[in-house]
C-alpha cells in the first residue's frame, strides 16, 4: 500500500503565510540600531582648565598616575554608570557628566583600559537585548573616542537582560537596569 498524502489547500497556506508574517511584524521594534549620535565636544578646542578646574583631578577624584587605582581596582569616587531611556541608546545629559569625568580619568591614565558594559531591561527578545546592549555600549565607547580616549584603551560588550542591577517588574527597576557600566580593568 502506498502511503497517502495529504493535501493543503491554497487557501491554508495563504493564511498561515499571513499568520507568520503578523506574529513577526508584531516581534519588531521601531527603535533603529544603526546610527549612535555622539557629539563631538572637542571640536571647539580643549576643555582641560576651563573654569580654573584642576583637569588631574574630577569630584575629589586625583587623576594622576600616583592616585590611580590598581588594575582591577575601580577608581574611588568616580560614577561609572550610564543610564538610558526606553528602548533607546542615545545618550542622556546625565550621562554626559559620567562620560566627562571618565575621559579625563582615562586621558591622566593612558595605562588603564575599561570595559563599557551594555545593559537592557527584561523587556524584549533575548536577540533584541543583546544588540540594544551592544549599542549603547558602542554609544558610550563612541562618546568617550570623541572626547579623544584611544579605542585602544575601550572594549564595549553585551550582556544584554542576563545580568539585572535590580531585580522586579517595575519601571524603578527597569530604569536601573538600563545601563552601560564603565568597569576598569
Not at 574630577?58 to 581596582?73: E, L, P, S
Not at 538610558?84 to 593612558?110: E, M, W
Request: charged fraction near 25%; aromatic fraction near 6%.
Amino acid at each position: 500500500m502506498s502511503p497517502t498524502r495529504r493535501r493543503i489547500s491554497p487557501w491554508s497556506q495563504r493564511i498561515g503565510g499571513l499568520l507568520l508574517c503578523l506574529t513577526l511584524a508584531a516581534c519588531g521594534s521601531s527603535v533603529k540600531l544603526d546610527d549612535v549620535p555622539v557629539e563631538d565636544r572637542n571640536a571647539g578646542g580643549a576643555q582641560t582648565g576651563q573654569n580654573g578646574v584642576d583637569p588631574r583631578t574630577v569630584q575629589g577624584v586625583d587623576m594622576t598616575q600616583d592616585g590611580a587605582a590598581g588594575i582591577g581596582q575601580q577608581p574611588v569616587g568616580l560614577a561609572r554608570v550610564v543610564y538610558f531611556d526606553y528602548d533607546s541608546f542615545d545618550v542622556r545629559a546625565d550621562g554626559r557628566t559620567v562620560i566627562d569625568s571618565n575621559v579625563r580619568y582615562l586621558k591622566a591614565n593612558p595605562s588603564r583600559r575599561v570595559s563599557l558594559e551594555g545593559h537592557t531591561d527584561e523587556r524584549g527578545g533575548r536577540e533584541y537585548n543583546l544588540a540594544l546592549g551592544q549599542k549603547r555600549a558602542e554609544a558610550v565607547r563612541r562618546a568617550l573616542a570623541a572626547q579623544g580616549v584611544p579605542d585602544a584603551q575601550m572594549e564595549a560588550v553585551s550582556f544584554g537582560e542576563e545580568k539585572p542591577a535590580e531585580m522586579g517588574s517595575d519601571e524603578s527597576a527597569y530604569a536601573k537596569n538600563r545601563r552601560v557600566e564603565i568597569l576598569y580593568r
